[in-house]
C-alpha cells in the first residue's frame, strides 16, 4: 500500500511553461485534494474532486486546472507558470469530505518558477 | 467556522513533555478538534483527534475541557525527531455535512527540540 505518490519530486519552470503534477491514492478514496504550501505559511486548497469526473474549487484556484478520470488518479495542470507559482504541491486524499475527516497526503512536489 | 489560534514557535529539550495549546472560542457542537504533524519536506501526518476530554494513543495525547474552546496536544518525552509543524484544525466530520468549507492549514507551531 503506497498511500498518496506525486511526481516529479521538483521542478524548475520557466515563466510561461507549463506542466502537469502527477497524484495517484491505491486507498480507493472517492475525495482527493490539491494544496499549495509556501514558505513559512500554512496549507492553501488549490482544487478538490468528490469523485471522478467531478471537481471544485477551493481557495486559490486560479492558474491551475485539474480532472480526474478515474479514481486513483488527481492531476494538477499548470498552464502558463507564473513566479507566484513557486510553492510546493501536496495532494492528498480521504475517506469522507469533511475538516474532521482524516486526510492521507502525498510527499510533496516541490516547483520552482524563474 | 471555527478559528483557530496557536503559538507560531516553540522549542523544548530532549526528553520532557511537550505542550502545544490550541484555541478554538467558537467551535461548533459538532466540530471535532485534529491535530496533524508535519516534518520537514513532507506532507502532513494525521496524530490525534478528539471530541471531548482525553484522548490517547500511542503518539501524543490531547486534552480538551469542558467548555472545548481550547485543546491541549502533549507530546511525552519528546526526541529530536519531534521537531515538526503542528497544526491544529476544528470542524465537522462527513456525518454531520461537513464539506469542504475550512479545509486550510494555518500556519501551525514551529516545535524545535534540542539535545
Known amino acids: 500500500n503506497a498511500g498518496v505518490t506525486q511526481t516529479p519530486k521538483f521542478r524548475i519552470l520557466k515563466i510561461g511553461q507549463s506542466m502537469t503534477l502527477q497524484c495517484t491514492q491505491d486507498?480507493?478514496?472517492?475525495?482527493m485534494y490539491w494544496y499549495r504550501q509556501d514558505p513559512g505559511m500554512g496549507l492553501k486548497l488549490i482544487y478538490y474532486s468528490v469523485g471522478a469526473g467531478i471537481t471544485d474549487k477551493g481557495e486559490v484556484p486560479n492558474g491551475y486546472n485539474v480532472s480526474r478520470s478515474t479514481t486513483e488518479d488527481f492531476p494538477l495542470r499548470l498552464e502558463l507558470a507564473a513566479p507566484s507559482q513557486t510553492s510546493v504541491y501536496f495532494c492528498?486524499?480521504?475517506?469522507?469530505?469533511?475538516?474532521?475527516?482524516?486526510?492521507?497526503f502525498g510527499p510533496g512536489t516541490r516547483l520552482l518558477v524563474l | 467556522l471555527a478559528k483557530t489560534t496557536q503559538p507560531i514557535s516553540m522549542d523544548s529539550y530532549e526528553g520532557q513533555e511537550v505542550n502545544i495549546t490550541c484555541s478554538h472560542n467558537n467551535i461548533a457542537t459538532n466540530d471535532y478538534i485534529t491535530w496533524y504533524q508535519q516534518f520537514p519536506s513532507q506532507g502532513p501526518r494525521f496524530i490525534i483527534q478528539g471530541y471531548k476530554t482525553k484522548v490517547t494513543n500511542e503518539v501524543a495525547s490531547l486534552f480538551i475541557p469542558a467548555d472545548r474552546k481550547s485543546s491541549t496536544l502533549s507530546l511525552p518525552r519528546v526526541s529530536l525527531s519531534d521537531t515538526a509543524v503542528y497544526y491544529c484544525?476544528?470542524?465537522?466530520?462527513?456525518?454531520?455535512?461537513?464539506?469542504?468549507?475550512?479545509?486550510?492549514f494555518g500556519k501551525g507551531t514551529h516545535l524545535i527540540i534540542q539535545p
Open positions: 486507498m480507493n478514496h472517492n475525495y
Open positions: 484544525l476544528v470542524g465537522r466530520r462527513a456525518d454531520s455535512g461537513g464539506g469542504a468549507d475550512g479545509l486550510t
Open positions: 492528498a486524499s480521504s475517506l469522507r469530505l469533511a475538516v474532521g475527516e482524516t486526510q492521507y
